[in-house]
Every structure is written in structure tokens, then in C-alpha cells.
């Protein structure tokens, strides 16, 4: 079955501890990204990848980072959590001719 | 910004159509119009996609206007189980953006028994 899978789904953490959600893509999928929800604001893209070792800043890369190592996963890392990056996360891979997947998501909590 | 103007919520009835409008008056020529939704808060699903045709797949039927600045998502006969927020975008297919899926507020609709 196609699918986009994030780990954790649910995440509680403090503020400064680092922290990786994990994201992994099983349709060999070129371009993966990850997009932030929050209330008012929708789906707002924060990294994405158009390949192996290439990545780039979507509209609000500030306090993330991501590595794209193998064509399957984008994790998207936090180094310092700080409680404005409490926010749900999703994770997307498509390919040129493609709609795009999403994952399930991950609900992440900086306290 | 988004490149789409959707209503900011609808309600249908059980068993009859839902037909959700979206306004896309600066696309350009090589512009998919897109439909996802998003299910409380799961991550968004694809519906259905068009170019300038009309399309239908087993969920929904997507109608564009015949100069493409809007396009209505018809689901025929909508259940309880399609109260969602739906996405209405534009995007290409190949080149060097087609990732990129610019998400607007979306329509939130709501079937009702």
C-alpha cells in the first residue's frame, strides 16, 4: 500500500530538548516536504526536498532542519524546541506526474 | 499566497450533492486545479485533479469553466463521512515547482443527517 508514514504521532516535549520526527516514503517519491498546521493559519510548507542531498526552505524553515539521505525518509529535525513550534506536522512526498501523500501526521507539544 | 478563493463553509444534506466552487482567476496555462481534503485533523487526502476537461473518479466529478478561472467539486451523493475541509489548488505537474502545494483556508463543509 502507498503510503507516507511519520513518527511519533503524538509528542509531548520541553523547551531546548532536540528532537527528530521521522518520515518515511514507500512509492520512491523524488520531492518530499513538510508543511505546519495551525489555527488561522492552514498549511504553511516549512522544508522541502527535490531529491537525495537536495533541499531547500519552503515559507517558514526558521528553528527546523532536515537531511535527505536516502530517497525514502525526510526527517525533520528541531534542535532547541521552543513552544511556538507546538503545532501539528504533516509530511508529503509526490512525484512530477503524481498527486501528492500525506502522512498522518504528528501532534507535537513544546512545554 | 494562495492562488484560490474559496467559501468559508457549506452544508449539505445526507444523500444529496455537494458542489464546493473555487475561484482561480490568475492561473496560468499550465495549472492543475487540485482537490484535496483533510478529515479532522488526518493529513490531507487527493480527490481529484484537472487540467481544463471535466473530471470523475469513483469520489467526486470536477467541472472547470471553459476559461479555467473557476472549477466546482461535485461529490454526488455526500455521507456523513465526507464532513472535511476542502482544499482547492492550483499546481503544476513536472518541471522544477510541481511540489509545492500552496494551501489556502479551505471550505469546510458540513453534511448533516
Known amino acids: 500500500e502507498a503510503q507516507v508514514t511519520q513518527n511519533p504521532r503524538y509528542l509531548i516535549t520541553v523547551t531546548g530538548k532536540k528532537l527528530t520526527v521521522t518520515c518515511s516514503q514507500n512509492?520512491?517519491?523524488?520531492?518530499m516536504s513538510w508543511y505546519r498546521q495551525d489555527p488561522g493559519l492552514g498549511l504553511r510548507q516549512i522544508y522541502y526536498?527535490?531529491?537525495?542531498?537536495?533541499?531547500d526552505k519552503g515559507d517558514v524553515p526558521e528553528g527546523y532542519k532536515v537531511s535527505r539521505k536516502e530517497k525514502r525518509n525526510f526527517p525533520l529535525i528541531l534542535e532547541s524546541p521552543s513552544p511556538n513550534q507546538t503545532s501539528l506536522y504533516f509530511c508529503?512526498?509526490?512525484?512530477?506526474?503524481?498527486?501528492?501523500?500525506f502522512g498522518q501526521g504528528t501532534r507535537l507539544t513544546v512545554v | 499566497d494562495a492562488k484560490t478563493t474559496q467559501p468559508t463553509s457549506m452544508d449539505c444534506a445526507e444523500g444529496r450533492a455537494a458542489n464546493l466552487p473555487c475561484n482561480h482567476s490568475?492561473?496560468?496555462?499550465?495549472?492543475?486545479v487540485y482537490w484535496y481534503r483533510q478529515i479532522h485533523s488526518q493529513g490531507p487526502q487527493y480527490i481529484i485533479h484537472?487540467?481544463?476537461n471535466n473530471e470523475t473518479n469513483e469520489m467526486a466529478s470536477l467541472i472547470i469553466t471553459e476559461d479555467r478561472k473557476s472549477s466546482t467539486l461535485i461529490l454526488p451523493h455526500a455521507t456523513l463521512r465526507d464532513t472535511a475541509v476542502y482544499y482547492c489548488?492550483?499546481?503544476?505537474?513536472?518541471?522544477?515547482?510541481?511540489?509545492?502545494?500552496?494551501f489556502g483556508q479551505g471550505t469546510i463543509l458540513t453534511v448533516h443527517p
Open positions: 512509492m520512491n517519491h523524488e520531492y
Open positions: 508529503a512526498s509526490r512525484s512530477p506526474n503524481t498527486e501528492a501523500f
Open positions: 484537472g487540467l481544463k
Open positions: 526536498s527535490m531529491n537525495v542531498e537536495v533541499t
Open positions: 490568475t492561473i496560468s496555462g499550465n495549472e492543475y
Open positions: 489548488i492550483v499546481s503544476v505537474l513536472g518541471g522544477t515547482s510541481y511540489g509545492k502545494l500552496t
